[in-house]
């Protein structure tokens, strides 16, 4: 039998196998339909088949948003809309719409956001990682201690270069509660590789509730802490999230025990710390 033979008789079944073979979805839910007003509004053939690339391009741009929104971890309910504006400083709110258009991605550039637990230092950079999503961006958010431990065990299992090729696919990555990392010099080698990978090519964003010259807690070697900041601040926007804490003032309004809070400074300002520009 020839292969002509073999092919559906009806050209509007022939049409909808061809464009399944060609992975064209939209086009062939909608190409009838389409057809249909082409018709009516007396549309030229490179408007109707103009209009149906018009769909297909933007079906595969939600699709590619909501695959990337799943692999991200972000956490759903912490988003640009649920985002308390008012309860930020006047330099971050300035700031904010210049970030969540990720332009300091294509540079490279880091977020680096400081301040006292319960300050909205997360809910902020999940925002912003929100915002970048729906600008095409690929997001990573993880909890530094998980991540340490990811790297960790790629590296013994003899895999950390691939592993941190995966990683290198997501244009930024959320480090949350750096500050709570106390690791041993092995997790701290991983987490210094991590970031030295990224340097001047990729983005992190990072949450902090420890000032930089407090970083050798996290880092244990002066050196090596001194190399991961520089290399942080090099290319970078710094953050600085004061006021009250978010999660005390609810507890308040529900009438909860009052919680002591940390009295960390939040102050950045040293002599190893600029400010960066967006």
């Keep these: 039998m020839s ?25 062939q839910r909608c190409a009838e339909e389409v057809a249909q007003k082409a018709e009516r509004e007396g549309w030229s053939f490179g408007q109707y088949l103009l209009h ?38 006047a330099k971050v709110q300035k700031m904010l719409p210049t ?17 006292l637990p319960g300050r909205g230092k997360t809910h902020l950079v999940c925002a912003i990682g929100h ?8 997001v990573l958010f993880t ?16 895999r950390l270069e691939r592993e941190l ?3 290198d696919g997501y244009d930024a990555v959320i480090l949350d509660d750096i500050g709570y990392v106390q690791q041993s010099r092995e997790e701290m080698e991983v987490l210094f590789t991590f970031l030295a990978e990224r340097y001047e090519r990729r983005s992190v964003l990072i949450t902090s509730n420890v000032v930089f010259s407090e970083w050798d807690r996290i880092f244990k070697d002066p050196m090596t802490t001194a190399a991961a900041i520089d290399r942080l601040v090099h290319h970078a926007v710094i953050l600085e999230m004061t006021g009250g804490s978010v999660r005390a003032e609810a507890a ?12 960390t400074t939040t102050n950045t300002k040293s002599g190893k710390e600029e400010d960066g520009a967006i």
């Excluded at 915002?131 to 690929?138: D, F, H, W």
């Design 143 to 158: 909890a530094t201690y998980a991540l340490v431990q990811q790297l960790l065990g790629a590296k013994r299992d003899l």
């Design 165 to 167: 090729a995966a990683l």
């Design 52 to 89: 149906l690339c018009e769909l297909e391009i933007e079906e595969r741009r939600r699709r590619r948003i909501a695959r990337n929104q799943k692999d991200s971890g972000l956490p759903l309910e912490k988003t640009l809309a649920t985002l308390d504006r008012t309860r930020l400083p």
């Design 252 to 263: 308040k309004r529900r009438g909860d025990p009052t919680t002591t809070t940390t009295t």
């Design 131 to 138: 915002e970048l999503i729906n600008r095409g961006y690929r």
């Design 3 to 27: 292969a002509a033979a073999s092919l559906p008789s009806s050209p509007a079944s022939s049409l909808a196998m061809r464009l399944r073979a060609l992975k064209l979805p939209t086009f």
């Design 99 to 115: 970030l969540c258009d990720g332009g300091f991605l294509e540079r490279g550039d880091n977020v680096l956001a400081f301040g």
